[in-house]
Nanobody, 126 residues
Framework: QVQLVESGGGLVQAGGPLRLSCAASERTFSNYAMGWFRQAPGKEREFVAAISWSGDGRRYADSVKARFTISRDNAKNTVYLQMNSLKPEDTAVYYC???????????????????WGQGTQVTVSS
């Protein structure tokens, strides 16, 4: 079982930056593709960004493209989400997710991910 723990959420003013981190317990972290999803109150969980097991591949939702950057450090078993130019509509609980693969990438559907963190709240004030 892979355990994922997100951190870095908080309250930020519109236009500001925030960086989320997700630490994984799995020693073979480099065999997992990772994703970030978010869920706002009353809405379904939506895809934000994904990164391949090696970090060579990245995919973003249109709503965050050019503002958010996903990255990973396999030596630290950690994936990051750098969020810039934040907007009030980015307010949500952000979740880190993972699935084991060395070939199947990208996955943008939440149901295709096997492991999830507990989430971290991001609130953007206007």
């Amino acid at each position: 079982q892979v355990q994922l723990v997100e951190s870095g959420g908080g309250l930020v003013q519109a236009g500001g930056p925030l960086r989320l981190s997700c630490a994984a317990s799995e020693r073979t972290f480099s065999n997992y593709a990772m994703g970030w999803f978010r869920q706002a109150p009353g809405k379904e969980r939506e895809f934000v960004a994904a990164i391949s097991w090696s970090g060579d591949g990245r995919r973003y939702a249109d709503s965050v493209k050019a503002r958010f950057t996903i990255s990973r450090d396999n030596a630290k078993n950690t994936v990051y989400l750098q969020m810039n130019s934040l907007k009030p509509e980015d307010t949500a609980v952000y979740y880190c997710a993972a699935y084991l693969t060395l070939s199947d990438w990208p996955r943008v559907e939440a149901t295709m991910y096997d492991y999830w963190g507990q989430g971290t709240q991001v609130t953007v004030s206007s």
